[in-house]
């Protein structure tokens, strides 16, 4: 079973500065994370795909990298509206055909 | 414009059924892969199921034999019946598409969710 660790829980930080979030998978799933942003009362917003690859729309100061087991999403200058939860997820290689969510951390103003 | 609405959430007795349904506006639900993702009071995101443009399904093991997501391609609807409604399915139920860019697989667009409540 695919378990996806993020680190860490919480983040605090101020706008303007830099976050940077990490995601560790139990197995190798060489290049295929994605990450979602989700605020209060929202639905969750894919950021990233492919592990470094921004969704229509993202702002460019979203970046994603990573492969096989790290993955890291960073965030250059935080704008008010990024402090929100953010979620790694992946489909497993095995099983198949399951998909696994992270744990998701906080983004909060410090 | 491409979007999804779920419906059909409510408070359920323990024991119980319900069916859950997403609209799809923009696409078709039979071209894309689409699933269901829930959210537990104050948790995190945890997938349910999911059913593949060829027909073929799957479920987490924590649903599988109670839950099952279908859809109509008529009505452009995806639905999950949900059976022996337990207490820890009490959450916020996700309709989402699911994108394959052929490497990987990511939930492109996510409907606003629908509540459920099993009270025992």
Known sequence: ELVLTQSPATLSLSPGERATLSCRASQSV??????????PGQ????????????????PARFSGSGSGTDFTL?????????????????????????FTFGPGTKVDIK | EVYLLETGGGLMQFGGSL??????SG????????????????KGLEWVSTMYSGGSTYHADSVKGRFTISRDNSKNTLFLEMNSLRAEDTAVYYCARGYSS???DAFDIWGQGTMVTVSS
């Open chain 2, 27 to 42: 696409f078709a639900v039979s071209s894309h892969y689409m699933s269901w993702v829930r959210q537990a009071p104050g």
């Open chain 2, 19 to 24: 069916r859950l349904s997403c609209a799809a």
């Open chain 1, 30 to 39: 060489s290049a295929y994370l994605a990450w979602y942003q989700q605020k």
């Open chain 2, 102 to 104: 052929g490497l990987g």
């Open chain 1, 43 to 58: 639905a969750p917003r894919l950021l990233i795909y492919d592990a470094s690859n921004r969704a229509t729309g993202i």
């Open chain 1, 74 to 98: 960073t965030i250059s200058s935080l704008e008010p509206e990024d402090f929100a939860v953010y979620y790694c997820q992946q489909r497993a290689n095995w099983p198949p055909n399951e």
